[in-house]
Nanobody
Framework: QVQVVESGGGLVQPGGSLRLSCAAS????????MGWYRQAPGKQQRELVA????????NYADSVKGRFTISRDSDKNTVYLQMNSLKPEDTAVFYC?????????WGQGTQVTVSS
């Protein structure tokens, strides 16, 4: 079993920055993928924001390339999402997902609101 906990959301003005954290604990195998997804208001599906593998490979949605950066602290099984130049359309609930041992685990989500 793996527990995933996000933190760092909040209210920020357009052009501002936020840093999200995602900590995974429990039975985490040496090969894993952790990533961020978001669900915007009124939308039913979560969309990929950024992912990182245990090997260090990263993947970003086109809409966040150049603005968001995913990084990790492997010793702490934690990934971070640095979000810069935030736009109102980035407003969403951000969820962290951990995939390991053939199973996937979601966090409870953290709200990010970009508004003046």
């Amino acid at each position: 079993q793996v527990q995933v906990v996000e933190s760092g959301g909040g209210l920020v003005q357009p052009g501002g920055s936020l840093r999200l954290s995602c900590a995974a604990s429990g039975t985490i195998f040496s090969i894993w993928t952790m990533g961020w997804y978001r669900q915007a208001p009124g939308k039913q599906q979560r969309e990929l924001v950024a992912t990182m593998t245990s090997g260090g490979s990263t993947n970003y949605a086109d809409s966040v390339k150049g603005r968001f950066t995913i990084s990790r602290d492997s010793d702490k099984n934690t990934v971070y999402l640095q979000m810069n130049s935030l736009k109102p359309e980035d407003t969403a609930v951000f969820y962290c997902k951990c995939t390991t041992g053939g199973r996937l685990y979601w966090g409870q989500g953290t709200q990010v609101t970009v508004s003046s």
